[in-house]
């Protein structure tokens, strides 16, 4: 009984901050011009589309570690719950992964931030856009992993304190290579956007 009061003041607590952010989200997105919102970059509705997925996915592998540390204490969880969480992370992270493919092709082409950062500031390229180019591509194995462990064994995941632990690892360490791709990449649409 003690976990499920404890449970339910968590995921009211995790409701009460994601309605904040989409209410913080929808005023800015209102109040501010379009222009000034996307760029003026032929690019710009791309890097929208890119920063979309991505603000989607940094809140559902968010909420993904706080149900790896749930499953990692052990705590009661509706099973269906992490099969729905664990797909939406999924289409998310794969929706981010393909929108910034779509965005490094004019990051490439002649006259882009690459070549900027080639002549400028090679280790700006090399550190901040290829690191983070295959460290986000990580993501995506891990996150997969973690959803055919919940949509496999269900019922046995929370029998089995090791498929419990190995999952919660599985999305943390998504989350950890997501954090350092999603810092990254607004690093550089700071330094020389497309």
Request: glycine share 8%; net charge positive; with cysteine.
């Amino acid at each position: 009984m003690k976990f499920i009061r404890a449970d339910i003041r968590l995921t009211f607590f995790a409701l009460i901050i994601l309605s904040a952010l989409a209410l913080f989200g929808i005023g800015f997105f209102v109040s501010a011009p379009v222009e000034k919102l996307l760029g003026v970059s032929a690019y710009a509705m791309r890097g929208a589309i890119h920063g979309l997925f991505a603000t989607v996915f940094m809140i559902t592998v968010t909420l993904g570690v706080y149900q790896a540390a749930r499953l990692w204490m052990g705590s009661n969880i509706e099973v269906a719950d992490l099969k729905a969480g664990s797909l939406v992370n999924v289409f998310a992270c794969l929706a981010t992964i393909i929108s910034g493919n779509w965005i490094y092709i004019p990051y490439r082409a002649a006259g882009g931030p690459r070549e900027h950062f080639l002549q400028n500031m090679p280790e700006i390229h090399k550190i901040f856009f290829e690191f983070k180019e295959f460290a986000a591509l990580f993501t995506f194995p891990l996150l997969v992993a973690a959803a055919y462990i919940v949509w496999r064994y269900q019922s046995k995941l929370l029998q089995s304190r090791n498929l419990r632990i190995f999952t919660s690892i599985l999305l943390i360490l998504g989350f950890i290579f997501f954090f350092k791709a999603f810092g990254l990449g607004a690093a550089i649409t700071k330094l020389s956007s497309v």
